[in-house]
């Protein structure tokens, strides 16, 4: 098997978004987030022959596809599916204690000495950890929540820990996703499972961006506490459902191959890193569409 076996799908004829010309809605900075995909989710999502009454996110993350299609009104509700309970206690607090969490954020200023107090704190209310999450993603080197992540140290500008905390938008941000709280939930649990529920159901579209491990580089691995998945059986449960999906995946050949074996379709698109090199990612749907 080749190393440039994703070669042959075509490249998508819509380019990734550089974040600063789409709308960002998450509170968290979310590696392996998919801010770059808005322009293929608006496309993707405008061209569903029915409007969807479910939109699942099985492997939410910062959840930028499930608060976009709710921003901007492509389906009637999101249901967002996050096994990591850290980031879903993130989620529930945003729904269920938005005021409680806005506070805690006007009151917090991160420096090491409040931000090491704050993650070696065994508070265990749902506010505790979603505030933990919340600080350990905006002052950790590329947002990475998983164990072991190294604390920003000069940051951006030379302003450190402080140097991703903007306390207003991200108050900002949780307020405008209280607009629309009834049409948001978040259940902790396996995304795999919730898939095998939803898959096929009428009126149900998919977005799946599991962690990326498959194939050689397996980037995921590193990411996120979780991140064992089985590949072979999310594309088995995509092809068995006959439903609309549209999944993410990095260029590996591994994952090549199971776009044929199930006779899915798939774009290449060129995602630039924070390093300013640039990656492949493959964008996979049932049918072509015109991305
Ligand atoms: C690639 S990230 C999703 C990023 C998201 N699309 C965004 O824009 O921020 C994959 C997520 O899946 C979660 N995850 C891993 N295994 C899971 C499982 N079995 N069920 C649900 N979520 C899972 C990880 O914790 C991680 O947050």
Same mark, same amino acid.
């Given at each position: 098997m080749s190393a440039d076996a994703t070669d042959e799908f075509p490249v998508s004829s819509i380019p990734a978004a550089? /974040?600063? @010309? /789409?709308? &960002?809605?998450?509170p968290l900075r979310y590696? %392996? $987030? +998919?801010?770059?995909l808005i322009p293929h989710l608006r496309t993707w999502l405008s061209q569903l022959t029915e409007r969807p009454t479910i939109f699942l996110?099985?492997?939410? %993350? =910062?959840?930028t596809a499930s608060l976009l299609a709710i921003a901007e009104d492509y389906a009637d509700r999101a249901e967002m599916v996050e096994l990591d309970g850290s980031i879903a206690a993130f989620w529930t607090c945003v729904l269920e204690h938005p005021d409680e969490l806005c506070e805690r954020i006007e009151s917090f200023h991160p420096d090491s000495e409040s931000v090491d107090q704050l993650l070696g *704190? !065994? $508070? *265990? !209310?749902i506010l505790d950890s979603a505030f933990r999450t919340l600080i350990r993603n905006r002052t950790s080197r590329a947002g990475?929540?998983?164990? =072991?992540a190294a604390l920003l140290r000069s940051g951006e500008n030379g302003r $450190? &820990?402080? @140097?991703?905390?903007?306390p207003q938008t991200l108050i900002n941000r949780i307020r405008d996703i209280q607009h629309n709280r009834h049409r948001l939930s978040i259940e902790c649990g396996d995304g795999l499972a919730q898939l095998n529920q939803y898959a =096929? +159901?009428? +009126?149900t579209v998919i977005f799946v961006d599991p962690?990326? !491990?498959?194939?050689? +580089?397996?980037?995921g691995r590193r990411l996120y506490s979780y991140n064992e998945i089985d590949h072979a059986a999310l594309f088995e449960i995509l092809a068995a459902s006959n439903g609309e999906f549209l999944m993410t995946y990095n260029a590996d050949p591994h994952v090549s191959e199971l776009v044929q074996q199930y006779e899915f379709t798939a774009v290449r698109v060129a995602v630039k890193t924070a390093h300013a090199t640039v990656r492949n990612e493959l964008v996979i749907t049932r049918q072509r569409i015109d991305l």
């Open positions: 550089n /974040v600063s @010309s /789409v709308p &960002l809605r998450s590696p %392996g $987030g +998919k801010s770059w996110e099985p492997f939410c %993350g =910062g959840a *704190d !065994t $508070g *265990d !209310t990475i929540i998983a164990n =072991g $450190g &820990l402080e @140097s991703r905390w903007y =096929g +159901k009428p +009126k962690p990326y !491990t498959m194939g050689s +580089k397996q980037p």
